[in-house]
C-alpha cells in the first residue's frame, strides 16, 4: 500500500523557514523515481492550490508565483522523499501543505495524496 507522510509542518514567524519532508512507502525507491512530485497547500476557506512541481527525474521545477524565490522544491529517489524549504514566510503561507505525486502513461493514471501537515505563519 502506498502511503505519503508529510513532516516539518509548525509554527513560524513572519520571515522565518521551514523545511517540509514528504517520505514513501509502499514501492521502491526505481517506481518512486518515475513519479512526479506535488506540494499543494490549501488555506481555510480556499481551495486547494499547486505550490512547486519536480519532475519525475529532478531535471524541471515548477512553482506559484506567490512562492516564487522563496520556496524550493527537491528530491532524493533514493530516500523516496521529496521536500519543499520555505523561507521568508508570510502569513498567506498559512496553510495546509499536502504531499501528492503522480504518474501517467498507457493511458493510466497513479496519483497519490499524503495526510497533509500544518503550517501556521505568525505576524
Known amino acids: 500500500q502506498v502511503q505519503l507522510v508529510e513532516s516539518g509542518g509548525g509554527l513560524v514567524q513572519t520571515g522565518g523557514s521551514l523545511r517540509l519532508s514528504c517520505a514513501a512507502s509502499?514501492?521502491?525507491?526505481?517506481?518512486?523515481?518515475?513519479?512526479?512530485m506535488n506540494w499543494y497547500r490549501q488555506a481555510p476557506g480556499k481551495e486547494r492550490e499547486l505550490v512547486a512541481a519536480?519532475?519525475?527525474?529532478?531535471?524541471?521545477?515548477n512553482y506559484a508565483d506567490s512562492v516564487k524565490g522563496r520556496f524550493t522544491i527537491s528530491r532524493e529517489n533514493a530516500k523516496k522523499t521529496v521536500y519543499l524549504q520555505m523561507n521568508s514566510l508570510r502569513p498567506d503561507g498559512t496553510a495546509v501543505y499536502y504531499c501528492?505525486?503522480?504518474?501517467?502513461?498507457?493511458?493510466?493514471?497513479?496519483?497519490?495524496w499524503g495526510q497533509g501537515t500544518q503550517v501556521t505563519v505568525s505576524s
Open positions: 509502499g514501492f521502491s525507491f526505481s517506481i518512486f523515481s518515475i513519479y512526479d
Open positions: 501528492n505525486a503522480v504518474q501517467t502513461g498507457r493511458g493510466r493514471r497513479y496519483e497519490y
Open positions: 519536480i519532475t519525475s527525474g529532478g531535471g524541471s521545477t
